[in-house]
Each structure stands twice: as structure tokens, then as C-alpha cells.
């Protein structure tokens, strides 16, 4: 019985407690606190300030009711303190009752918060190396935080933000939550660091910056299958006997990928590298090469096929139906001939003087396959410039950029051409008339250049005959006029020169004499006379 007395005296005073829940919403004048919000950290000490009303507190009734703390009044202003704050769910309210008997309530929101004690990060259900392609669930667990509504949880790849996240719960106390991610990692993401963070946003009344906590960072290992480094290769590959042989099968992978040739031919030591090399192929080396290329995430198979070819066995330059020295003015017929040739159609044939090209040659409907001998000719009229000239010819197989590169290239021997011509002038091969004076020197020029050397022959106005290019007389005398002839041969042919010699009188010469004649012999008439006198 005496529990039932309890029990309704506290009914009672809960009733009064609560009566001053009740207001009249139309109220003139409100309590204002001061601040109007307040944001505090579990444990810290709070405070706010509590105007009670300014012109309508005409009556006594008028307070400030708390859960915790405690209260100073000031005449209707009152103060409300509370040393450490351990409360999560807490409203203070100011009220006053008018002379009508409304009642006027403010409440004083109070956000009491707890930053996160623990930031982890995980995958979700696996641990060890990811594979391309395949996805993975991130997770990002954290501890004892309130209130979770006001968390921001930032997942990032490195430092590229990939989401953000909060909670749908509106509990005040402290919880522990999780927020996921799926993730589909590429190679890329090789080595990369993931983490996430959370931040406790409060609002302008929060602490400034607001709290952040962040996770470890997991250092991730994506596994993929090999891929082949470089842009493709041809196929075929065309190889060249004697020529090596480069085929590259690197590849890029995690777990670093090994490597399994299949070759051709088993006379071949088996090979496990990247690259594969043969320094000089034969023929057992054509044919189809693969390359097994595999790690835990996969395999790649690389087929390279080989085709094998001779070059030209020999490549020989001639004349056709000629040998020995040739003539200025005929013609004559090089022919270049390629032994041996697969194939026939790939060949080109250019035949050189010197370091001149004389024009390229091919095969012209003739795809052989086979090896063959070909004969190229070429029509040539030499000059006396290409007298000691070089005449040689090449012979290139392209096959294209599949093909060998730089294409190979067989060169025949060099001829040394010798080339006859008749004796030519070096000077006008026009007839000249020379006038000399008696005494004075004559100088005849009947140089000339051929092959072979040219031998002069003279026909002088005297009895006498010359041999030489020049002929020259120091002192001409009367009988030196007349008509000379040069005859230029050699065994190609002749050509003559011709020179018409006019001898003047010297004049002076003669007065000269007949003055000294004189005195010598007036002279002699004087001493005769003298010596007669003298007797």
C-alpha cells in the first residue's frame, strides 16, 4: 500500500514537472538563449544564457528546467552550466507564464559528439593479391563515433577521391558502422595506396576544421594476365639466308610471366626467354615459331611465322659477245647475270657507271618461286669520257617491309672499260696561214689527244721530215715559206692540220748590211790612199 502512495506522489510531481512542456506558440516574446546552439564534446564542460523575456514577466513563474547541471538567475536572466557534460539526448528549456497563464518555452539544442576512435580499412571477405577485372569490396569500419549522422566517410584511390558516404541513422550515442565500396582494379592500380577517412561535420557551431580520422593505407598487388610490349609484328616475317633472326615476345604481366618457344626445327636448342635470336638462319629455320607467354592471371600464345630465302648466289657483269678494249661510237651490250634468285619477281637489277645509275630493271610477270638464273642487258654507247670509267651492277631482293631491312644487296665485279678514239685536235682543226719575218722564230702546235696515243707525221716545204706534236725553227730564212702538213693517226683513224708559212724580207736588215759594206769598204780605200801617200 505504501508503494501505491509512492507511486502517485511521483506521478504527481512528474505531471508538474512536465506541465511547463506545454506553451502557447503565439507567445509576444520568447526566452532567447545565448548561444542559441550548442555543440560540445563528450565530457567538456557546457554553458548557456537565458533571457527569460524583456517586457512580460509581470509574473514570478519562470525558470529554466536541465537534466544535469546547474542554474544561476540574475533577475529573469539565467545562466545554466554544467562542468562535464556525459548526457547524449539533452534539451534544457527556459519558460515563463504570462498573467493569462501561457506558458512560453525555448529549448537550447545541444549536440554532444564523440569523434571516430578508430578508422580501419579492409577488403571485404579477402586478403592477398586482387586480380584484373574481378571486384572487390572495400570497406571502411569506424568506431565509436556520435552522432553517425553528421559522419562524412571519403573512400581514395591514392589521392583521387572515389566516393563519399554517410549514414542513414539518426542515433545521438556513440555506434560503430561500416561503409563499402566495390571496386573492379585494373593493372593500373598496380602498387597503388587505398584509404579512406572519416570527418564528423558539426555545422558552423562545430569545431573548426571539424574532426578527421583517417584509416591505413593498403598498398594493393594486381594481378593480370601477359601483354605483349610494342605494336604488332608482321607475318609473315620474310628472313634472308646467312641473314640473323630477331623475334620479340616480351610481355608485361604480375606475377612476371615466363616464357615456352615451340620452334620449327628440333635441331634448335628449346629456348625460355623473351626474345629469341638466331645469328645466322638456314634453312631449317623456316617455318612457324610460337611463344607461350603465362603467369597465375593467364596466358598469351605469339605465332610469328618464317619465311626463309636465298639471296642471289652470285651476280656477274659482262659484255655481250666483247672483250678487250672498245670503240668511240659503236654500241655494245652489258649484261648483268643473277644465279640463283627465289623469288625472281622480288628482284630489282641496277647497273651503275661509276657512282651513276644507268637505270633499274625487274622481272615482269614471272613470280617464281624457285631459285633461277636471270640475265639483264643494257645497251651502251661509250665516249672517249669513259675511258678508264668503272661499270659494275646490283642486284637487290625486296621483299617488302615484312621483309629483311635493309633488303639484301649482291654487287657484281667491276669492269674497267678501255675506250678507242681517233686522234683529235687539241687547238682549231681549221688550216692556218702564219706570217714570220726572216730571223724570227716559228712555233707549230699540232698537239692532239687519242686512244691509243696518235703518232704526228710532217710534210715540210723542204726535203727534211719531223715526228713530234710541235715543230719549231729558232731563225726562218726565205726558204722556210711554204705548206706544212701534220698527219695525226693512231689505229682508229687520222686527222690532219694544215699551215701555210709567209717568210718576209727584213729590210732593215739589208740597209743595215749595205751601210756596214759601205764604210768597211770606204775604209779600206782610205788606208790604201794613205798608205800610198805615205811612200
Not at 533577475?75 to 562535464?84: A, L, P
Not at 626463309?308 to 649484261?335: A, D, I, R
Request: net charge negative; with cysteine; charged share 15%.
Amino acid at each position: 500500500m505504501f508503494l501505491r502512495y509512492v507511486f502517485v506522489i511521483i506521478s504527481v510531481l512528474n505531471f508538474l514537472h512536465n506541465f511547463h512542456v506545454c506553451c502557447d506558440e503565439n507567445c509576444a516574446e520568447k526566452p532567447v538563449f545565448t548561444p542559441s546552439r550548442l555543440v560540445v564534446k563528450y565530457g567538456d564542460p557546457a554553458s548557456a544564457t537565458c533571457l527569460v523575456c524583456q517586457h512580460n514577466c509581470t509574473s514570478d513563474q519562470f525558470g529554466l528546467e536541465k537534466p544535469v547541471g546547474y542554474t544561476e538567475e540574475y533577475g529573469t536572466t539565467i545562466s545554466w552550466k554544467v562542468d562535464n557534460l556525459t548526457e547524449w539526448d539533452i534539451s534544457p528549456q527556459c519558460y515563463y507564464t504570462d498573467d493569462d497563464g501561457n506558458q512560453c518555452i525555448t529549448r537550447l539544442p545541444i549536440t554532444v559528439y564523440h569523434p571516430p576512435k578508430n578508422v580501419h580499412l579492409s577488403f571485404l571477405n579477402h586478403s592477398g593479391p586482387m586480380f584484373a577485372g574481378h571486384q572487390y569490396t572495400l570497406q571502411c569500419t569506424v568506431q565509436e563515433v556520435a552522432p553517425i549522422g553528421n559522419l562524412i566517410v571519403t573512400f581514395y584511390r591514392g589521392q583521387t577521391e572515389l566516393q563519399r558516404l554517410q549514414s542513414s541513422s539518426t542515433t545521438s550515442e556513440p555506434v560503430t558502422e561500416t561503409f563499402t565500396l566495390d571496386i573492379n582494379p585494373t593493372k593500373e592500380d598496380d602498387g597503388v595506396q587505398y584509404w579512406c577517412e572519416a570527418k564528423l561535420d558539426l555545422g558552423a557551431e562545430g569545431p573548426q576544421p571539424p574532426p578527421v580520422v583517417t584509416s591505413q593505407k593498403i598498398t594493393t598487388t594486381v594481378y593480370y594476365q601477359p601483354e605483349l610490349k610494342g605494336s604488332s609484328h608482321p607475318d609473315p616475317i620474310t628472313v634472308i639466308a646467312g641473314s640473323p633472326l630477331h623475334l620479340n615476345c616480351s610481355s608485361e604481366g604480375n606475377p612476371s610471366p615466363s616464357y615456352t618457344w615451340t620452334l620449327p626445327s628440333a635441331s634448335r636448342s628449346p629456348f625460355s626467354g623473351d626474345t629469341l635470336d638466331i645469328k645466322s638462319v638456314t634453312s631449317v629455320d623456316g617455318g612457324q615459331y610460337l611463344c607461350l607467354v603465362q603467369n597465375a592471371a593467364g596466358n598469351v600464345t605469339v605465332k610469328f611465322t618464317v619465311d626463309f630465302y636465298n639471296p642471289p648466289k652470285n651476280v656477274h657483269l659482262s659484255f655481250l659477245n666483247h672483250s678487250g678494249p672498245m670503240y668511240m661510237g659503236h654500241q655494245y651490250t652489258l649484261q648483268c647475270t643473277v644465279q640463283e634468285v627465289p623469288p625472281i619477281g622480288n628482284l630489282t637489277v641496277t647497273l651503275y657507271h661509276g657512282q651513276t645509275s644507268l637505270g633499274q630493271q625487274h622481272v615482269k610477270n614471272k613470280p617464281v618461286e624457285t631459285p633461277v638464273n636471270e640475265t639483264f642487258t643494257l645497251n651502251i654507247n661509250p665516249r672517249k669520257e669513259d675511258d678508264g670509267g668503272l661499270y659494275w651492277c646490283e642486284a637487290k631482293l625486296d621483299l617488302g617491309a615484312e621483309g629483311p631491312q635493309p633488303p639484301p644487296v649482291v654487287t657484281s665485279q667491276n669492269i674497267t672499260t678501255t675506250v678507242y678514239y681517233k686522234p683529235q685536235l687539241k687547238g682549231s682543226p681549221d688550216p692556218e696561214r702564219i706570217n714570220v719575218t726572216e730571223g724570227d722564230p716559228l712555233h707549230l702546235n699540232c698537239s692532239s689527244e687519242g686512244n691509243p696515243s696518235p703518232s704526228y707525221t710532217w710534210t715540210l716545204p723542204s726535203t727534211s721530215h719531223f715526228s713530234g706534236s710541235t715543230f719549231s725553227i729558232e731563225a726562218v730564212t726565205s726558204t722556210d715559206g711554204g705548206q706544212y702538213i701534220c698527219l695525226v693517226s693512231n689505229s682508229v683513224g687520222n686527222v690532219t692540220k694544215e699551215f701555210t708559212v709567209d717568210v718576209k724580207v727584213n729590210y732593215i736588215n739589208i740597209i743595215i748590211g749595205v751601210v756596214v759594206a759601205v764604210i768597211i769598204i770606204a775604209a779600206l780605200v782610205f788606208v790604201m790612199w794613205y798608205l800610198n801617200r805615205n811612200k
